[in-house]
């Protein structure tokens, strides 16, 4: 595979995944939330406050979703499992992170199930 090829496809890669994650909302990172018993919302583990920033970025005049961040999980690069949810403590700086794959796997549950009772 040439280099022109190998960069194509991470940026197919890249835009796809993107693409996957631009249905994670606020509301619907919420509801997750709130499904997996995190009923008072979200909390500081440290200092217990409840002004938790929720970072997004959009597409032009899309709908806002969770910005993400990339780690280096050892594994494949494109491997959801290298991406998560960072989101900081406004209040003393400590910063949670949350798997993206959990959130990505309870959304599409849930909109399996609701384009389904649809028909
Ligand atoms: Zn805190």
């Given at each position: 595979?040439?280099?022109e090829?190998?960069?194509?496809?991470?940026?197919?890669?890249d835009?796809?995944?993107?693409?996957?994650?631009?249905?994670?909302?606020?509301?619907?990172?919420?509801?997750?939330?709130?499904?997996?018993?995190?009923?008072?919302?979200?909390?500081?583990?440290?200092?217990?406050?409840?002004?938790?920033?929720?970072?997004?970025?959009?597409?032009?005049?899309?709908?806002?979703?969770?910005?993400?961040?990339?780690v280096?999980?050892?594994?494949?690069?494109?491997?959801?499992?290298?991406?998560?949810?960072?989101?900081?403590?406004?209040?003393?700086?400590?910063?949670?992170?949350?798997?993206?794959?959990?959130?990505?796997?309870?959304?599409?549950?849930?909109?399996g199930?609701?384009?389904?009772?649809?028909?």
């Open positions: 595979m040439d280099k090829t190998r960069k194509q496809i991470e940026q197919d890669l835009n796809e995944l993107t693409k996957m994650l631009s249905v994670v909302t606020v509301d619907k990172f919420h509801s997750f939330l709130t499904d997996r018993g995190l009923i008072r919302g979200l909390t500081c583990r440290m200092c217990g406050s409840d002004d938790i920033g929720v970072p997004l970025m959009s597409f032009l005049g899309g709908t806002p979703f969770l910005n993400y961040s990339k280096d999980g050892g594994g494949p690069p494109h491997s959801l499992y290298n991406y998560e949810y960072r989101l900081p403590c406004n209040n003393c700086g400590f910063v949670h992170s949350f798997a993206v794959y959990p959130v990505l796997k309870w959304i599409e549950e849930q909109e199930n609701g384009a389904k009772s649809d028909r």
